[in-house]
């Protein structure tokens, strides 16, 4: 199966170099299709590698590399499969080391299924400035970054995977967002690409000392032998770690670059940057903190907690406030990342299976949202709510029922994939791990569920000022079509998903923890 993992992390990224190298006209006319082609290969290598995995194994019992079993292994540790493991920096002991687990692959099958559906998404609606080759070449450029991201098992590669997604992103803002405000999207996409570069190089500070201490780069290495001595070194090395990746979630205060961001970025551009890139920065606090610095974690989880529990309450009064769609979507992931922050720095069982599904959940809801929020935008050239107006009902019956059916699968309505994560979440807070101040966690408990109310109370208002009203107040716009065929097709899977995971959570569940 490493062969399968190399092929879908090769795959995107030489067909971007192919589609580059074609003339631009020609390619123009055939991107869409050749990136919906590409991606979807990707995407069925990686339930291929799904399946594999899941297959049974003899006495091995798969899941327990999430939380741990019997012996006292630690949340996040790496248990490698489908390894490719080569020798690739002597003098630095850098290895090419690529490896999954049941951490890692959902999260690799949730970016393919995005990068498909956007790719398919861009058949029949592109942005206007047309450059499609350029655009579709990127997002598989951003594909490779965040697959080869959650497949690396060393520090610099997971580092230089990292640094892959950045520019492709920036330009995917800066040259195909909001062409009302050019100015406006060039600042959001200079603050985003000024803001991760910031974060990675003080990770990457984190990553230094963290080899000064263990003498190693390599994930597998560490998780075995968690590094616990030169207290001071490895209490530095977690908090540079934990900064790094917290501007990456994005968590409280480090969350300025995203509403501009996403309220500036085209659709598809929405759609990636809530639905993975968010994910780089929670995968690598539990895949790196938890089970490598597991001491130092525990002093800073407290902290990070409370910063997590600052995101939830400040990212949902903010979406009070908002009178842009795409901003109150972007402001309601702060929110929700912070659930997920939460849920790792409990350290505890339930909370770590939360936050991993809170993950998953999050990229498939999230990316429902800003594909409606892309459609209502296109069909009235602005994402204004004021300029909108009311009665969408009215005028956009099908896409104004998907919008309700989306929010009240990110409020966490029992039943639908929202509710798992947060509630698992809250659950861990409640019992955190071992030396970890009981106290503490509660009071953030209680504020964080409180902050669960707040969504509710923005999502509702949402759907009352939005999609409610007398029509006769606001009368219908002629539309050519209210749901368009390509816009089923690619937001079918979403749907489908959101409400398969909301009723059968064990289907990822069951491979994190033995509840």
């Not at 965040?146 to 995917?172: H, Y």
Request: overall charge neutral; hydrophobic content about 55%.
């Amino acid at each position: 199966m490493n062969g399968v993992l190399l092929s879908i992390l090769a795959l995107p990224a030489l067909a971007a170099l192919a589609l580059w190298a074609l003339p631009a006209t020609a390619a123009d006319r055939i991107a869409a299709l050749y990136g919906s082609v590409i991606s979807g290969l990707v995407l069925v290598g990686s339930v291929v590698l799904w399946i594999d995995y899941l297959r049974p194994r003899g006495p091995v019992t798969l899941g327990l590399d999430v939380l741990g079993d019997d012996r006292g292994d630690l949340p996040g540790r790496l248990y490698g499969w489908a390894e490719t493991d080569l020798t690739w920096i002597p003098a630095l002991n850098v290895r090419f080391h690529l490896a999954v687990d049941s951490i890692s692959l959902p999260l690799i099958m949730l970016t393919a299924l995005l990068v498909f559906l956007c790719c398919l998404y861009s058949l029949r609606i592109t942005p206007r400035i047309g450059r499609t080759r350029s655009l579709i070449a990127l997002l598989l450029v951003i594909e490779t970054g965040v697959i080869g991201t959650f497949a690396a098992a060393d520090l610099i590669l997971f580092f230089l995977f990292f640094e892959v997604v950045l520019i492709p992103m920036w330009l995917v803002i800066d040259i195909w967002g909001d062409h009302h405000d050019p100015a406006g999207r060039r600042r959001a996409a200079t603050t985003f690409v000024l803001m991760t570069v910031l974060g990675s190089a003080v990770m990457l500070v984190g990553f230094l000392l963290l080899y000064r201490t263990s003498g190693t780069f390599d994930l597998e290495l560490l998780g075995q032998i968690p590094v616990t001595e030169s207290h001071g070194t490895a209490l530095a090395a977690a908090i540079l770690i934990a900064l790094g990746l917290a501007v990456k979630m994005p968590l409280w205060p480090l969350h300025i670059w995203l509403p501009d961001a996403h309220a500036k970025a085209p659709t598809v551009g929405s759609v990636l940057l809530a639905g993975v890139l968010l994910k780089l920065g929670s995968y690598g606090l539990v895949r790196i903190l938890l089970p490598v610095l597991p001491d130092a974690t525990a002093t800073i989880a407290p902290y990070l907690a409370g910063f997590s529990t600052m995101a939830i309450v400040a990212g949902s009064l903010a979406c009070l406030a908002q009178t842009d769609v795409k901003r109150l979507i972007a402001y309601s992931s702060v929110g929700h990342m912070g659930f997920i922050g939460l849920g790792i720095a409990t350290m505890s069982p339930e909370g770590v299976a939360g936050a991993l599904f809170a993950n998953i959940a999050h990229g498939v809801i999230t990316g429902l949202l800003f594909f409606l929020a892309g459609a209502i935008k296109d069909r009235h050239d602005t994402s204004d709510l004021r300029a909108i107006g009311r009665a969408l009902y009215a005028r956009l019956p099908r896409i104004s029922g998907l919008l309700t059916f989306a929010c009240l699968a990110s409020l966490g309505l029992p039943g639908l994939a929202g509710f798992w994560g947060e509630m698992l979440a809250l659950m861990g807070a409640y019992r955190p791990a071992d030396g970890l101040p009981r106290t503490t966690y509660l009071v953030l408990m209680v504020i964080a569920g409180l902050g669960t109310v707040l969504t509710a109370a923005y999502f509702l208002r949402l759907i009352r000022n939005l999609c409610q009203g007398d029509p006769a107040e606001h009368p219908a716009t002629a539309f050519a079509v209210d749901l368009s065929r390509i816009e089923l097709v690619t937001w079918a899977p979403l749907v489908v998903l959101t409400v398969v995971l909301g009723l059968c959570p064990w289907l990822l569940l069951d491979h994190w923890t033995f509840l």
